[in-house]
């Protein structure tokens, strides 16, 4: 059975159909990269898992449980954890404050004071500045938090939305070595969005490639980051 | 020297009640987007809540023949359960209703509180004596200040020294300062969204009581719109604070009361009706000013 199941998930702003009958399926311990060009509905699939927005049609089930439909707080307590587009920091609450605040539906409390040490550690700058206020952090800063943040709530399931924006080069890296490293040691599922194949083809794992709220081609990442057919369907040539 | 101080206690005393109340207002807006005029109602509510339901004008006392140390309890509580349950009844089916529809909710709400009052215990006001023996005024640097006025200002200091406690070292505080700054991220990190509102209104509604106790024992009197003008005077200090801001509620609740009782010291004899007017026109003023209130909450800006 898998971990994460969206099942035929249609979604509406007003009018505008943002998803049109999307399916994904995800089993523990997997990696799955979902690309798309602007628009293509990337981070409206997020919400809706997330239960930030609502199915106009079709279900979701993550660990067995229907969670379309269930408010947000539910679905984090099942092992859902999101770095929303937009990063979202409480910017009145200090560093520390922000990254503990996920870890009030822990199981594992005694997890979290070695968690956090590992947050700080790939993350030193955290450290550095733990008691200050979390809003006068500069826009790759935080981006760092909100993954951290993402992380304490020791998710099965991690979702998160461009986590390449505003980072340098080197910091994306090591924001990749410790979720592959938790994915490997405690079987964290990896959902990511990125606007483009580069790291899908470094990293490996499945491939979606979201256009117009419709998947339109589906495989093993590196495989299709090589093909043309990938660029093809990217840009939308050779549809009629 | 001890005019000086009168007018001290004076100003900080009447603007404790205001500060009080604001602070009740902008807890329920941060969290829920909502100006609650009901508010004013509830503290109405928890004053007759201690007399005896008859339509004299004497006021019979029930629970308010207890001992303070039962007293006190009991009207906090239920303070805290009317405001509860107005959530609960009303509030919670219009969480994704906009503001206004919210707001005039509220309204309703407050005049259905009052025309229950009205119906038991009829529209005049009523004489409560609750521990008139507080009236007496105590010496300090030679300058008599009621003894009331003195707890009224201790008790607004330890509540709000209470209250920040709760906000910044209990976990329902961490959630409730979450929630009142992105409401869907503190849900996506698993904070009840029920759980964190109904405990911003049971103690908003803990300090509707609080203002209930102050104002009846100050006033002597029981009556059905009692809460009015505070509320009123309350609410246009959280806007000029910074509608969600708590400090900014607290600081304008204070300056606003200050300001009244120095214009009712310092203006001219004949000017002295019109108070009100100056001061309204300085909160006008104020708002020219600064739109978006003087403690607007700096919310996180995107940058990249
Ligand atoms: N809150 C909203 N209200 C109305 N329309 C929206 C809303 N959010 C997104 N949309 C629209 O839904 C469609 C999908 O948006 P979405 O943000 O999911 O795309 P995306 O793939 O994440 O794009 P990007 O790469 O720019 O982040 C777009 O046409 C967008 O304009
Ligand atoms: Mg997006």
Partial sequence: ?240 | MTAVLQILFDALAVGSIYALGALGIALIFGVMRLVNFAHGDYIAFCVFAMLVPSTDVVAIVLIGKLPAILLIPIILLIGAVISVLSEMLVFRHLRNANPATMMICSFALGFVIQHVLLMFYSSRPKAINLWSNLSLPVEIFGARIPLLQLLTIIITFVILVALMWFLKRTRYGLEMRAAAEDFTMARMLGVRANRVIMTAFAVSGLLAASIGLILATQTGVADIRMGMPIMLVAFVATVIGGLGSLPGAVICGLLIGAASVLLQVFLPLDARPFRDAFLYSAVILCLLWRPDGIFAPRSAKQRV
Avoid: C
């Fill in chain 1, 1 to 240: 059975m898998s971990l994460l199941s969206v099942r035929d998930i249609s979604v509406h702003y007003g009018q505008l159909a943002a998803l049109r009958g999307v399916s994904i399926s995800m089993d523990e311990g997997e990696t799955l990269f979902v690309t798309g060009p602007n628009g293509a509905g990337k981070s409206t699939l997020l919400k809706a898992i997330a239960g930030a927005v609502r199915p106009s049609s079709g279900s979701i089930s993550l660990a067995d449980k229907v969670i379309s439909g269930q408010p947000p707080e539910q679905t984090a307590r099942l092992g859902f954890s999101m770095v929303p587009e937009g990063r979202h920091v409480f910017g009145s609450l200090t560093i520390e404050e922000n990254l503990r605040l996920g870890t009030g539906i822990r199981a594992d409390k005694d997890r979290i004071e070695g968690d956090l040490e590992t947050v700080y550690e790939v993350f030193p700058m955290l450290a550095e500045r733990k008691d200050g206020q979390a809003g006068v952090l500069s826009g790759g800063q935080q981006q760092m938090l909100v993954i951290g943040r993402a992380l304490m709530a020791g998710p099965k399931l991690i979702a998160i939305d461009e986590p390449s924006l505003g980072l340098a080069p080197k910091v994306i890296d090591q924001v990749y070595d410790t979720l592959l490293k938790l994915r490997d040691s405690r079987g964290l599922t990896l959902l990511i969005v990125e606007q483009s194949s580069t790291r899908a083809m470094l990293t490996g794992g499945r491939m979606v490639l979201l256009r117009g709220g419709k998947i339109v081609l589906e495989g093993d990442a590196r495989e299709l980051a090589n093909d043309e057919s990938l660029r093809r369907a990217y840009f939308g040539f050779g549809e009629h």
